[in-house]
């Protein structure tokens, strides 16, 4: 058996090495057209950021991996330096030619995988060819990039924000960089998180010093008249003085080999591959950034370009290779991330999505203590949790702070992939000591509090409906639940507002009308959600609690 593998990255690598394991005399070639193999690529952030200060590690540490190391280590044969240049699916062989010599020979192959991986998309505007602008896909662009910094680079512009986006403007924060980050969309992290969360992720930029430019693309990037960055210009006409501009406006699937092969090309624009990962010719088979995957929820064709993934698939194929009949069933849009001291990420459906697709959503925002809050260092996570009302049905989760709340995360992906519903969130069996977690885990708590809004028991107003009311005239009370001297120190502006302390509620109650729409608020939520059952108690049938109240309160404008 003869297995020929074009990229040698992440796929490609595990593809060879899980071969390898399962077949010791099959003939395994990998060909990769950088001088560079199976390196961190996620660790690259960190790097810059000189969290990992040496530059090796990022190749593998005390063992590089290089070709070398993968034929006595990994008993396949690796050439790097060497690119495909074509597919010769009728003679089923490869052409491919050495970068350092020139020269081009035929690989012949029984089966063939694609894991060519994808490049980060550069946006046809002036100025992406200047000194200063970079793109970061490997080491030696971090290697770049990091160098700039050392040698005083201080501005910085961060075209994009999504994940890369996010995690290199969390690395030049750290490095001390003026940053400022430019996102079409007029939220960051669109395709990640809904707006309150998304929102809550820039405050938190923004008190780290970062600017944040939204809602209009880069349309150029300004030179200084020696062939340097200068500044970023938005088509609205906003600029940013920068001497570094990083492109992280997403990555597109190499698919250029494929195409000219004649294979199926999927509706995201990347490789189609069936659920054994075969694409439409059998003998080929294709794996990681470069194809496209179904989602879990939703059986649409999604592009989601992550390590996570390709070094999944890199096993589903060798195992089908060797004819063991493995499935890859999807992804379910789970994609985690670290800013600075923050711990974000996401599952699942957003609200917006899930609507868009008609189901009857109902969400809850919690902040929660990710372990006992007596236990030194324990953090806030603000949880998201999303369901279908009609079924209860976990439909997706996003999770942003300083507490631990990518294990949250990992709840729910694992529950969304077994189909649970919230109940089943709630009655999982999770481990618990006071240095973990709290009794009930954070996760497990936004299951209940969802489910008491399912059940009637709790009546939420989520941030954005609340800020809909802020901005109108319509009557209503704005309570404040919290003791005196905490509303003395700030809260929400509304001339809407009145503070009667939950504890005071039953004494003072009356001095609420019995027919307006009174909206509770407090730090975290508890107090709030306190107040309205017993608001509801006394007759006050319009009572709701603001979700995560202050908290997750996500419009800065509206405090005082
Ligand atoms: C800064 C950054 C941070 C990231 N962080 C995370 C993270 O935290 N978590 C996560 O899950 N993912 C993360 N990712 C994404 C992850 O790195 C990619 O999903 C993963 O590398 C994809 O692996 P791959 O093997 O499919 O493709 P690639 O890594 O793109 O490798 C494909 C290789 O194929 C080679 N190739 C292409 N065409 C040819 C040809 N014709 N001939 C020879 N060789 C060819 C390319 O040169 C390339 O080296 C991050 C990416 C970046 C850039």
């Not at 050392?150 to 995690?167: F, Q, S, Y």
């Not at 698919?255 to 294979?263: H, I, K, M, Q, R």
């Not at 009145?498 to 107090?527: A, H, Q, S, W």
């Amino acid at each position: 058996m003869k297995v020929l593998i074009i990229g040698g990255v992440a796929a490609g690598p595990k593809t060879a090495a899980r071969l390898r394991r399962l077949d010791p005399d099959a003939e395994i070639t990998v060909i990769e057209r950088q001088d560079l193999l199976s390196y961190a690529g996620c660790g690259m952030p960190y790097y810059i950021e000189d969290i990992i200060k040496d530059y090796d590690q990022l190749l593998g540490g005390a063992t590089i991996r290089d070709a070398e190391y993968f034929e006595t280590q990994k008993g396949f044969t690796v050439h790097d330096q060497t690119e495909a240049l074509k597919i010769n699916r009728d003679t089923k062989t490869v052409t491919v030619k050495d970068l350092r010599t020139g020269e081009t020979r035929d690989l012949h192959y029984d089966k063939l995988v694609l894991a060519t991986g994808s490049s980060p998309f550069v946006p046809r505007m002036e100025g992406t060819e200047l000194n200063g602008v970079h793109r970061l896909y490997n080491p030696h662009h971090a290697e770049a990039i990091k160098t700039a910094i050392n040698l005083g680079c201080r501005k910085v512009a961060v075209v994009g924000g999504g994940l890369i986006g996010m995690e290199t403007c969390g690395a030049f924060i750290s490095r001390g960089c003026n940053t400022t980050v430019l996102e079409m969309m007029p939220t960051l992290v669109p395709n990640l998180m809904d707006e309150e969360m998304a929102q809550l992720l820039e405050n938190y930029l923004v008190s780290k010093g970062v600017k944040v430019i939204k809602g209009s693309p880069a349309a150029k990037i300004l030179d200084d008249g020696k062939g340097n960055a200068a500044a970023v210009e938005t088509a609205d006409g906003r600029r940013v003085e920068a001497d570094m501009v990083i492109l992280a406006i997403g990555v597109r699937p190499n698919t250029e080999l494929a195409v000219e092969a004649g294979l199926e090309i999927g509706p995201t624009r990347a490789i189609a591959v069936n659920e054994y990962l075969q694409t439409s010719d059998p003998d080929i088979y294709a794996g990681g950034d470069c194809v496209e995957c179904t989602h879990i929820m939703t059986g649409e064709k999604v592009f989601a370009p992550l390590g996570s993934t390709a070094n999944k698939h890199g096993r589903v194929i060798a195992d089908n290779i060797m004819g063991k009949e493995m499935k890859f069933p999807g992804v379910s849009g789970t994609a985690v991330f670290k800013l600075l001291d923050w711990n974000c990420g996401t599952t699942g459906l957003t609200e917006k999505k899930a609507r868009s697709l008609g189901y009857d959503v109902v969400t809850t925002i919690t902040p929660r203590c990710d372990y006992s809050s007596y236990i030194p260092g324990a953090k806030h996570t603000i949880i998201k949790l999303i369901a279908d009302r009609a079924t209860c049905k976990v439909l997706g989760c996003q999770v942003v702070g300083e507490g631990d709340g990518v294990k949250r995360i990992d709840v729910v992906a694992t529950a969304i992939k077994f189909g649970s519903n919230v109940k089943g969130i709630a009655d999982l069996d999770l481990g618990y000591a006071p240095a973990y977690s709290t009794a009930i885990d954070a996760i497990q708590h936004s299951a209940n509090v969802l489910r008491n809004k399912i059940q009637g028991i709790a009546h939420g107003v989520s941030p954005i409906e609340l800020k809909a009311k802020l901005d109108s005239d319509e009557e209503f009370i704005l309570l404040d639940v919290r003791g005196k001297d905490e509303c003395d120190a700030g809260g929400l502006k509304d001339p809407r507002v009145k503070n009667i302390p939950v504890n005071e509620l039953k004494l003072r109650y009356n001095e609420l009308p019995l027919d307006k729409e009174i909206i509770t608020y407090c730090v975290i939520g508890v107090r709030a959600y306190i107040a309205e059952r017993v608001l509801r108690g006394l007759g006050y049938e319009k009572a709701r609690y603001l979700d995560g109240s202050l908290t997750s309160w996500p419009y800065p404008e509206y405090l005082n």
